[in-house]
C-alpha cells in the first residue's frame, strides 16, 4: 500500500474512532451538564482536568518511539512495556495519594473521592500504550476504530443508564474506568504481543533521550489547551468553570474529531520518507485540511448560541459567547498545528518542544495578565496572542524543513476566505432565522443549511481550480482504499 493509501485510510479509521468516542462522551457530557447544578458540573470538570494532566505522563512519547522505528523489536518493545507500567504506577499513586487529599483540602469531600477513584485511570493507560503503537505502526487502524468505539460505546450506555438513575457525578466516573479497562482489554487481545517482564538499561537510556522531550511536549500542549480553564476554575471559581468547559467541549469535540486523527497519521506516514515526499505530503494534507476543517470551526462558532442551548440548556448560554471566540482561532491553528508532529517524525523532538513552548508561554502570560478582566478578555487576548506567535513558529521549523509560510497561506486560503463569508452570512441571517423559527432545533437546522450554501457557493465561484485539485486529491486516495 502506497504512503498516500496508507495515510488516508489511517486518518479516516482515526476520524471514526475519535468521533464515536467523543460523540458517546459528549452526550453523557451534555446529559450531565442538565441533570447536575452548574456548581456540581464545574466540580466534576475540575477532576476529570486533573487526571487529564495525570494520563499525559503515561504515554510521554511512547507510542511514536516504536512507530518510527525502522524494525520493531519485541526485547525493546519489552523493556518500553515494563518501563511505561512502572512510570504509569508512580503517577497514579501520585493522584490517589497527594492530588485526592489536596481535593479534600481544597473544595470537598466529593473531590476526594471522586480523585480516589479515578486515580487507577493513568495506571490503565499506560498499560495501552506499547499495545496501541504495534497496532499503528502496522496500520491496523480499523482494529483500533472498533476496540476504542466499542468501549467508547458501552461505557457511554452504562453512564447514562446511571445518569438516569440519580448517580450523578457518579455516574460518569464508572463509565471512565470501564472504558479504560475495556480498551486495554481489547488492544491486549488484537496486538498480537506478549511482552516479558523484563527492562534492559540500554533500552531506557534510548527511552529516556527520546521521550524526555515529548513528555515536556504532552505537559506544554495540555497547558497550552487548558491553561485558560485552570486560571478561571482557580481564580474565578466553580461556575465561570463550569462555563468554559462547556465552551471548551464544543470546540474539543470537533478538533478531536477533524484535526487530531489526522494529525496522529504525521508521524507514521512521513517518517520513514525522503525530504522531498514528505514537504509535499505535509503541504496536501494542509490543503484537504483546510477545505473540511475551517468551515467547521467557524460554522460552529456562527451557530454557537442555538447549539450550546440545544446540547446543554438555557443555564449555560453564556458559554456561547466564549464558543465562538475559542473557535475563531482556527486559521492559525490550522498552519501550525501539524508542525510538531511533522519535526517528530525526522526525530527533531528538541525543536517541536520549542514550538510548543512559544505557545505555552503565550497562553501562561497572556492568560494570567487578563484573566482577573473576566473569561471572555481573556480569551480574546489569547487568540490575538495565537496569530501573532505564527510567523515565529515557522521560523523554528523551517531551520529543519524546507517549508514556506507564503505557500502554507496560499494553500489554506480558499477555505480561509471562503469560510469567513460563511459565518458573517450565518451571524446576519440568525435574527431573521430566529424571528421566522419557533423552534430552536429548527433554526439550528436552517443555520447550518445557510453556512453549506453559502460556503460551497464561495468555492465554487471563486477558488473552483484551487478546491477541485485539493478535492480530487483527497477523492483519488480514497477510491484507492
Given at each position: 500500500?502506497?504512503?498516500?493509501?496508507?495515510?488516508?485510510?489511517?486518518?479516516?479509521?482515526?476520524?471514526?474512532?475519535?468521533?464515536?468516542?467523543?460523540?458517546?462522551?459528549?452526550?453523557?457530557?451534555?446529559?450531565?451538564?442538565?441533570?447536575?447544578?452548574?456548581?456540581?458540573?464545574?466540580?466534576?470538570?475540575?477532576?476529570?482536568?486533573?487526571?487529564?494532566?495525570?494520563?499525559?505522563?503515561?504515554?510521554?512519547?511512547?507510542?511514536?518511539?516504536?512507530?518510527?522505528?525502522?524494525?520493531?523489536?519485541?526485547?525493546f518493545a519489552s523493556s518500553t512495556f515494563v518501563f511505561i507500567g512502572l512510570l504509569?504506577?508512580?503517577?497514579?499513586?501520585?493522584?490517589?495519594?497527594?492530588?485526592?487529599?489536596?481535593?479534600?483540602?481544597?473544595?470537598?469531600?466529593?473531590?476526594?473521592?471522586?480523585?480516589?477513584?479515578?486515580?487507577?485511570?493513568?495506571?490503565?493507560?499506560?498499560?495501552?500504550?506499547v499495545f496501541a503503537a504495534k497496532l499503528e505502526r502496522e496500520f491496523r487502524n480499523?482494529?483500533?476504530t472498533v476496540i476504542r468505539a466499542t468501549s467508547s460505546i458501552l461505557s457511554g450506555?452504562?453512564?447514562?443508564?446511571?445518569?438516569?438513575?440519580?448517580?450523578?457525578?457518579?455516574?460518569?466516573?464508572?463509565?471512565?474506568?470501564?472504558?479504560?479497562?475495556?480498551?486495554?482489554?481489547?488492544?491486549?487481545?488484537?496486538?498480537?504481543?506478549?511482552?516479558?517482564?523484563?527492562?534492559?538499561?540500554?533500552?531506557?537510556?534510548?527511552?529516556?533521550?527520546?521521550?524526555?522531550?515529548?513528555?515536556?511536549?504532552?505537559?506544554?500542549?495540555?497547558?497550552?489547551?487548558?491553561?485558560?480553564?485552570?486560571?478561571?476554575?482557580?481564580?474565578?471559581?466553580?461556575?465561570?468553570?463550569?462555563?468554559?468547559?462547556?465552551?471548551?467541549?464544543?470546540?474539543?469535540?470537533?478538533?478531536?474529531?477533524?484535526?487530531?486523527?489526522?494529525?496522529?497519521?504525521?508521524?507514521?506516514?512521513?517518517?520513514?520518507?525522503?525530504?522531498?515526499?514528505?514537504?509535499?505530503?505535509?503541504?496536501?494534507?494542509?490543503?484537504?485540511?483546510?477545505?473540511?476543517?475551517?468551515?467547521?470551526?467557524?460554522?460552529?462558532?456562527?451557530?454557537?448560541?442555538?447549539?450550546?442551548?440545544?446540547?446543554?440548556?438555557?443555564?449555560?448560554?453564556?458559554?456561547?459567547?466564549?464558543?465562538?471566540?475559542?473557535?475563531?482561532?482556527?486559521?492559525?491553528?490550522?498552519?501550525?498545528?501539524?508542525?510538531?508532529?511533522?519535526?517528530?517524525?525526522?526525530?527533531?523532538?528538541?525543536?517541536?518542544?520549542?514550538?510548543?513552548?512559544?505557545?505555552?508561554?503565550?497562553?501562561?502570560?497572556?492568560?494570567?495578565?487578563?484573566?482577573?478582566?473576566?473569561?471572555?478578555?481573556?480569551?480574546?487576548?489569547?487568540?490575538?496572542?495565537?496569530?501573532?506567535?505564527?510567523?515565529?513558529?515557522?521560523?523554528?521549523?523551517?531551520?529543519?524543513?524546507?517549508?514556506?509560510?507564503?505557500?502554507?497561506?496560499?494553500?489554506?486560503?480558499?477555505?480561509?476566505?471562503?469560510?469567513?463569508?460563511?459565518?458573517?452570512?450565518?451571524?446576519?441571517?440568525?435574527?431573521?432565522?430566529?424571528?421566522?423559527?419557533?423552534?430552536?432545533?429548527?433554526?439550528?437546522?436552517?443555520?447550518?443549511?445557510?453556512?453549506?450554501?453559502?460556503?460551497?457557493?464561495?468555492?465554487?465561484?471563486?477558488?473552483?481550480?484551487?478546491?477541485?485539485?485539493?478535492?480530487?486529491?483527497?477523492?483519488?486516495?480514497?477510491?484507492?482504499?
Amino acid at each position: 500500500m502506497s504512503l498516500k493509501r496508507k495515510t488516508a485510510s489511517g486518518s479516516i479509521w482515526n476520524f471514526l474512532t475519535t468521533f464515536t468516542a467523543n460523540i458517546i462522551d459528549f452526550v453523557v457530557f451534555a446529559i450531565l451538564a442538565r441533570l447536575l447544578s452548574i456548581e456540581d458540573f464545574g466540580l466534576l470538570a475540575l477532576c476529570l482536568l486533573v487526571i487529564e494532566l495525570a494520563n499525559i505522563f503515561t504515554n510521554v512519547g511512547v507510542n511514536q518511539n516504536l512507530i518510527q522505528r525502522h524494525k520493531w523489536d519485541n526485547t525493546f518493545a519489552s523493556s518500553t512495556f515494563v518501563f511505561i507500567g512502572l512510570l504509569s504506577l508512580f503517577i497514579s499513586l501520585l493522584v490517589g495519594l497527594v492530588a485526592a487529599p489536596l481535593g479534600l483540602y481544597l473544595h470537598s469531600e466529593t473531590a476526594f473521592y471522586i480523585l480516589l477513584t479515578l486515580s487507577i485511570v493513568p495506571f490503565l493507560i499506560g498499560l495501552q500504550s506499547v499495545f496501541a503503537a504495534k497496532l499503528e505502526r502496522e496500520f491496523r487502524n480499523k482494529r483500533i476504530t472498533v476496540i476504542r468505539a466499542t468501549s467508547s460505546i458501552l461505557s457511554g450506555l452504562l453512564a447514562i443508564v446511571l445518569a438516569f438513575s440519580g448517580f450523578g457525578i457518579w455516574s460518569l466516573v464508572v463509565g471512565r474506568l470501564l472504558q479504560s479497562i475495556m480498551t486495554l482489554f481489547g488492544f491486549f487481545i488484537f496486538a498480537h504481543f506478549r511482552p516479558t517482564l523484563t527492562i534492559k538499561r540500554e533500552h531506557t537510556s534510548e527511552l529516556y533521550a527520546f521521550c524526555l522531550p515529548l513528555m515536556w511536549i504532552a505537559v506544554l500542549n495540555y497547558l497550552n489547551k487548558k491553561a485558560a480553564n485552570l486560571y478561571t476554575g482557580f481564580i474565578l471559581g466553580t461556575v465561570d468553570f463550569a462555563l468554559i468547559s462547556v465552551a471548551s467541549k464544543g470546540h474539543e469535540v470537533l478538533s478531536q474529531s477533524s484535526i487530531s486523527p489526522i494529525n496522529k497519521m504525521v508521524v507514521p506516514a512521513l517518517s520513514r520518507v525522503d525530504e522531498e515526499t514528505r514537504i509535499d505530503a505535509f503541504y496536501k494534507i494542509l490543503g484537504v485540511t483546510s477545505i473540511f476543517v475551517l468551515p467547521a470551526f467557524l460554522g460552529l462558532g456562527a451557530i454557537a448560541p442555538q447549539f450550546i442551548e440545544l446540547a446543554f440548556g438555557e443555564k449555560f448560554l453564556p458559554s456561547a459567547s466564549l464558543l465562538t471566540i475559542t473557535t475563531s482561532i482556527i486559521l492559525a491553528h490550522v498552519l501550525v498545528w501539524f508542525l510538531p508532529n511533522l519535526l517528530i517524525s525526522i526525530a527533531q523532538t528538541k525543536a517541536a518542544l520549542r514550538l510548543n513552548l512559544i505557545n505555552v508561554l503565550s497562553v501562561l502570560t497572556v492568560g494570567v495578565a487578563t484573566v482577573w478582566f473576566g473569561v471572555e478578555v481573556m480569551l480574546i487576548s489569547i487568540t490575538v496572542a495565537g496569530y501573532m506567535t505564527v510567523p515565529l513558529k515557522i521560523k523554528v521549523a523551517q531551520r529543519h524543513i524546507n517549508i514556506k509560510l507564503s505557500t502554507m497561506i496560499k494553500i489554506i486560503a480558499p477555505a480561509a476566505i471562503s469560510s469567513c463569508v460563511m459565518f458573517l452570512c450565518i451571524k446576519l441571517n440568525a435574527a431573521n432565522l430566529q424571528l421566522l423559527s419557533a423552534s430552536l432545533p429548527l433554526e439550528l437546522l436552517l443555520n447550518i443549511v445557510i453556512g453549506a450554501i453559502t460556503y460551497t457557493l464561495m468555492l465554487v465561484i471563486f477558488f473552483f481550480n484551487t478546491s477541485r485539485k485539493i478535492i480530487l486529491e483527497f477523492k483519488n486516495v480514497l477510491n484507492k482504499n
